[in-house]
């Protein structure tokens, strides 16, 4: 929607859905929920009685504590609210110098779709603290390959550093001060570091909370019986690990709300945690990744093998193929798949990220995957013999027969 490509109205489902479903629609503000009682109050007095209880209550940027978030000009990406808000701006004050806080792939894929629109002639740089883009998603070899990306699509970036103050001039944004001592000259700014759940109404009900939320089984019900809860608000766990993690995407939200209608139906599926699946599109490339990087892994104690292939989206042989790279991590001692990542010219194979997500899941070794088979066709698929999860399984298994 900031890039004008979508309207608000395409980003969420409409009203209409609810009273077509025998669902009752109530638009208001939960003040507090009565645990005891069972009830919910409302904003306007109201109060709704309620047999089980589902906490969907989602979570808000982080906007961290230094001078200068309040300045005109200062937005975060959360919502259709913000994009609104955004998009806007962008109409009124026709900012030409865009400054992004934030390497994640929400703060990039905005930072290349506004740098894509040619003719407003933005100006973009991204700040990131850590030394890479994509810090959560690529292993520092692959973030370099992106860092270079993005500066060859004319985006400034400034890794490793760390962002002082936010400079105004008359209540409006001009300025983002970095820890080196530079300013950079800024019309708005774009603020994406992070979410915090939204636990407000959570005080008062006497629920157990976990390191980054509520916490919730494996079937997502909470400490009450009666109450269920699920997404961003979460105490939400890694599926390997098994350790409560930070990470909040749409995807694993969805399946929640679904695994939660079927408790309330009588099911019992558990849950099987979180692996970060995730992909983006920047400018010609698409990155995908899920489970742990090779980073991750080690500082989770795991000693990993890992390998790397350069695969292609068709056959060699047949026009418009374009290259991609394909990353696994390996668990050393027990040969178990633990992570991929996926960068590539096509956006067909950063779909492989979903399989990868699947054998992880599946718990599958190495000596497994080198049996992986994929349909192949010239026109959507390398040739069988270049099949680059099951290459990377040969690599793998060759390192691991050479580490006994």
């Known amino acids: 929607m900031v890039a004008g490509l979508a309207p608000g109205e395409a980003i969420v489902n409409p009203d209409t859905m609810f009273p077509e479903n025998c669902i009752e629609m109530i638009v208001n503000r939960v003040e507090d929920v009565d645990a005891e009682k069972k009830q919910v109050r409302l904003a306007d007095g109201g109060k709704i009685p309620y047999d089980k209880l589902v906490l969907g ?19 975060t990406m959360r919502s259709l609210t913000d994009a609104e808000r955004i998009h806007d701006y962008m109409e009124q004050r026709q900012p030409v110098k865009l400054v992004f806080v934030g390497a994640g792939f929400i703060s990039l894929e905005v930072a290349a779709l506004v740098k894509d629109m040619e003719s407003k002639g933005f100006e973009v740089d991204v700040i990131e603290l850590m030394d890479q883009p994509l810090p959560l998603m690529l292993d520092p070899e692959l973030g370099a390959t992106i860092q270079e990306h993005l500066v060859d699509n004319g985006i400034r970036t400034h890794m490793g550093r760390k962002v002082e103050r936010l400079v105004g001039k008359e209540g409006h944004i ?50 009450n019986p009666d109450v269920l809860a699920a997404g961003d608000c979460i105490d939400n766990y890694h599926f390997i690990t098994k350790k409560p993690v930070a990470t909040q995407l749409r995807g694993p939200a969805v399946i929640q709300g679904r695994l939660v209608a079927k408790r309330l139906a009588g099911y019992e599926i558990p849950f099987p945690g979180l692996l970060g699946n995730s992909a983006v599109k920047l400018f010609d490339k698409h990155v995908a990744a899920t489970g742990f990087t090779e980073t991750q892994a080690q500082n989770e104690g795991f000693k ?20 991609w790279t394909l990353k696994l991590v390996f668990d050393k001692a027990t040969h178990k798949l633990l992570g991929g990542q996926i960068i590539s010219d096509d956006s067909p194979p950063a779909k492989e990220i979903d399989a990868i997500n699947a054998l992880i899941v ?13 349909a192949g066709n010239p026109d959507c698929s390398s040739e069988p013999s270049a099949e680059p999860i099951t290459l990377a399984a040969e690599q793998a298994l060759q390192k691991a027969g050479q580490a006994v």
Request: proline share 6%; hydrophobic share 35%; net charge negative.
């Open 57 to 75: 209550m989602g979570s808000r940027p982080v906007v961290p504590p230094i001078e200068g978030t309040d300045l005109d000009g200062v937005f």
């Open 174 to 223: 001009s300025g983002v001060q970095l820890d080196s001592g530079e300013t950079l000259a800024a019309d708005m700014v774009f603020m994406n570091v992070g979410t915090r759940p939204n636990l407000e109404l959570t005080q008062n009900m006497g629920l157990e909370m976990g390191k980054f939320g509520i916490r919730v089984n494996e079937f997502l019900e909470t400490a």
């Open 304 to 323: 990993t093998i890992c390998a790397t292939v350069q695969s292609r989206s068709k056959h060699g042989m047949i026009p418009g193929m374009k290259p």
């Open 362 to 374: 599946g718990e599958k070794t190495i000596s497994e995957l080198t049996t992986f088979m994929c």
